[in-house]
């Protein structure tokens, strides 16, 4: 199991899923989820080595030092704290 923070809630998910669900769940704004709009835009402020690496469309998106995009994101196993910029 691996933990999602996000605004001092968090949220256990299964090692390897993508975080949207529950960083959604804990009102991680989203938008279009497929990586173009950048609404879900935040800073894996803490254990963002538990992280897969940057999508294409992450990479695509030129996105600010330290930024993701959320809908993006695979967790591979521990913690990860999300927080907006
Ligand atoms: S929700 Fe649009 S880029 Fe993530």
Redesign the pocket.
């Known amino acids: 199991m691996a933990i999602i923070r996000f605004e001092e809630e968090e949220r256990e998910v299964a090692d390897g899923s993508n975080v949207?669900e529950a960083c959604e769940d804990m009102g991680l704004?989203?938008?279009?989820?497929?990586?173009?709009?950048?609404?879900?835009?935040s800073v894996p402020s803490a254990g963002a080595f538990n992280l897969e690496p940057m999508t294409e469309?992450e990479l695509d998106?030129d996105l600010p030092k330290g930024q993701r995009?959320?809908?993006?994101c695979v967790i591979k196993g521990g913690e990860v704290e999300f927080t907006l910029d």
Do not use: R, S
């Open positions: 949207m704004p989203f938008g279009c989820t497929e990586g173009i709009c950048g609404t879900c835009m469309k998106f995009l959320a809908c993006q």
